[in-house]
């Protein structure tokens, strides 16, 4: 009895015991696998931040030349040129007499003339300012003045030098026109102004295109008209003592206008161009360019002096 009792603990001892060692063993794989899990994950993350890694290089990369996204390194915004297609040939069907073209002559077509480049001209250096400004020195009456086949620039110098007119000269935009200087001059005039004697001087020059003068910053400039018309402006005229007298201060006022009009530039008083004069209360209110404007102020100014003699 007693060696069945003891050989029965003794199997219970040897089963607990191999019980422990199945569990001490279980244990231990358990924290070996984890341990290993633990260095696996690990492992996983450093190669996650090395692929971030080197997608960030990629695209540095690419940057910097310029590859486009989807487009293969070395031939970026570069397209295989398609292949031509040859053409066939259509086919050919035999042409009448009376289908066949008629030969005609065909005039050739002319070539537009290219547009003239005028290179600028030189602004004269500054000179002492004039005893009178060139408005006032352009009014000066002179009793006769006479050229007798000088030359154009000869003549241009006795205005600056006789009467004190400081002259821009724009020599390129009149070589435009067809003006030389070494073009003579012949006029004789007597009881006339300053201006008007100069701009009968460019009159007598002028072979093709209008020749003018205008005021600029103290310069009395000359060159073509279209680079003298300057812009658009409305200014008021007193002219009550020319609607004065016989008729009446409206068909005065009718027949100062066409004066006007029919003197200085008519087409620019024409639709669609933006020349306009009106008369209120013994004004003209005039809408019209620098040119035309400086053009308006002579005209009145000779009505008066025709009215007083």
């Given at each position: 009895?007693?060696?069945?009792?003891?050989?029965?603990?003794a199997v219970a001892a040897v089963f607990g015991a191999g019980v422990a060692a199945a569990?001490?063993?279980?244990?231990?794989?358990?924290?070996?696998?984890?341990?290993?899990?633990?260095?696996?994950?690990?492992?996983?993350?450093?190669?996650?931040?090395?692929?971030?890694?080197?997608?960030?290089?990629?695209?540095?990369?690419?940057?910097?030349?310029?590859?486009?996204?989807?487009?293969?390194?070395?031939?970026?915004?570069?397209?295989?040129?398609?292949?031509?297609?040859?053409?066939?040939?259509?086919?050919?069907?035999?042409?009448?007499?009376?289908?066949?073209?008629?030969?005609?002559?065909?005039?050739?077509?002319?070539?537009?003339?290219?547009?003239?480049?005028?290179?600028?001209?030189?602004?004269?250096?500054?000179?002492?300012?004039?005893?009178?400004?060139?408005?006032?020195?352009?009014?000066?009456?002179?009793?006769?003045?006479?050229?007798d086949g000088q030359t154009f620039e000869q003549v241009l110098e006795s205005f600056q030098?006789?009467?004190?007119?400081?002259?821009?000269?724009?020599?390129?935009?009149?070589?435009?026109?067809?003006?030389?200087?070494?073009?003579?001059?012949?006029?004789?005039?007597?009881?006339?102004?300053?201006?008007?004697?100069?701009?009968?001087?460019?009159?007598?020059?002028?072979?093709?295109?209008?020749?003018?003068?205008?005021?600029?910053?103290?310069?009395?400039?000359?060159?073509?008209?279209?680079?003298?018309?300057?812009?658009?402006?409305?200014?008021?005229?007193?002219?009550?003592?020319?609607?004065?007298?016989?008729?009446?201060?409206?068909?005065?006022?009718?027949?100062?206008?066409?004066?006007?009009?029919?003197?200085?530039?008519?087409?620019?008083?024409?639709?669609?161009?933006?020349?306009?004069?009106?008369?209120?209360?013994?004004?003209?209110?005039?809408?019209?360019?620098?040119?035309?404007?400086?053009?308006?102020?002579?005209?009145?100014?000779?009505?008066?002096?025709?009215?007083?003699?």
């Amino acid at each position: 009895m007693e060696n069945r009792l003891f050989a029965a603990v003794a199997v219970a001892a040897v089963f607990g015991a191999g019980v422990a060692a199945a569990e001490d063993s279980r244990d231990a794989l358990i924290r070996e696998l984890t341990a290993s899990l633990e260095i696996k994950e690990k492992q996983i993350e450093k190669l996650k931040s090395e692929v971030e890694r080197l997608k960030a290089e990629v695209a540095r990369l690419k940057d910097k030349l310029g590859i486009a996204e989807g487009q293969p390194a070395g031939g970026a915004g570069k397209t295989e040129p398609a292949r031509p297609i040859p053409p066939v040939a259509p086919a050919v069907k035999p042409i009448s007499p009376a289908e066949r073209p008629v030969a005609r002559s065909v005039s050739p077509v002319e070539k537009p003339a290219k547009a003239k480049t005028i290179a600028p001209d030189t602004r004269p250096a500054a000179r002492p300012a004039p005893a009178v400004p060139p408005e006032t020195a352009l009014q000066q009456k002179l009793a006769q003045i006479k050229f007798d086949g000088q030359t154009f620039e000869q003549v241009l110098e006795s205005f600056q030098e006789n009467h004190g007119v400081q002259l821009w000269v724009k020599w390129n935009q009149l070589a435009v026109a067809g003006i030389q200087r070494k073009a003579p001059v012949r006029l004789a005039m007597s009881n006339i102004t300053v201006g008007k004697a100069l701009q009968l001087v460019l009159d007598e020059v002028s072979t093709s295109g209008r020749i003018e003068y205008g005021v600029e910053d103290g310069l009395v400039v000359i060159s073509q008209a279209e680079d003298l018309a300057g812009g658009i402006e409305v200014l008021t005229y007193d002219v009550k003592d020319l609607l004065s007298g016989p008729g009446g201060r409206a068909q005065n006022s009718a027949k100062l206008i066409r004066t006007i009009t029919g003197t200085i530039d008519p087409p620019s008083w024409k639709p669609p161009n933006i020349g306009l004069i009106r008369e209120i209360g013994g004004r003209l209110f005039v809408t019209a360019n620098a040119r035309n404007q400086r053009a308006i102020a002579d005209l009145l100014k000779t009505l008066r002096d025709q009215e007083q003699r």
